[in-house]
């Protein structure tokens, strides 16, 4: 924050060039409500998308699916697309999400919607740690609940809607690029594995420098290929196991 000589301004450090001016100050419950319409899958009429908690993956901010909501045997909370969902059971899990379409979901998700900011910038705003750790400050041990009274009071500091615009965009793009080098990392992984596999059932084999074979494996006890220090007698039963 930047000071006055009079107080402290509420000035970002780190800001795009083309803004100015101070960011507002407000409690939560006056940016952004918890409050949703409820369905009943009594009188369900057709197939709707539901979301439940295991469908939210930690700390990731995606989906790992949903269900039929008209074959649930609960109450659900109503979503639109674009609301944030918050898993308030057990919040140190992180499970948010920003609803890719209309449906419904667990009571134990909280629906949040945006009013005196976007849903976009809110999405951000639930990642923070000052969001975290006052939905940790929840009732219950075993299954902790976060409390939306102590949550909605909460004081957060958000700028202009162009600002917000300009923030958001810049945070997707990040967690786009992530994403994606994200399931780059896991296709190698299981490349890595399948070529393990290959190589050494010597489904595959290399050539030498001058494009012949290398010599033929050998077959070994595993005792005479390396030795175990602290020789215990539970383990001594892998030493003639055929390498």
Partial sequence: MKKSTNKTLNVPNLRFKEF???WG???LEAIASNKSG???PQNATGFIKCIEL???ASE????LGFIDGSQSGSIKNVFNKGDILFGKLRPYLKKYLQAPFNGVCSSE???LKGEDISNDFLYWIVQTNSFIDLANQSSGSKMPRADWSIVENGIFSFPSRPEQEKITSFLSLIDEKIHTQSKIIAQLKSLMQSLREKLFKQKIRFKDNDGGNFPNWEMKKLGDLASNP???KAKTKFK???I
Avoid: A, D
């Fill in 38 to 40: 409820k369905y009943n």
């Fill in 60 to 63: 990731t901010g995606r989906l």
């Fill in 25 to 27: 100050e407000k409690k």
């Fill in 240 to 242: 003639n196991y055929g």
């Fill in 230 to 232: 602290f020789r215990y």
């Fill in 20 to 22: 100015k001016g101070e």
């Fill in 109 to 111: 998700i909280w629906v």
């Fill in 54 to 56: 295991e469908h939210l």
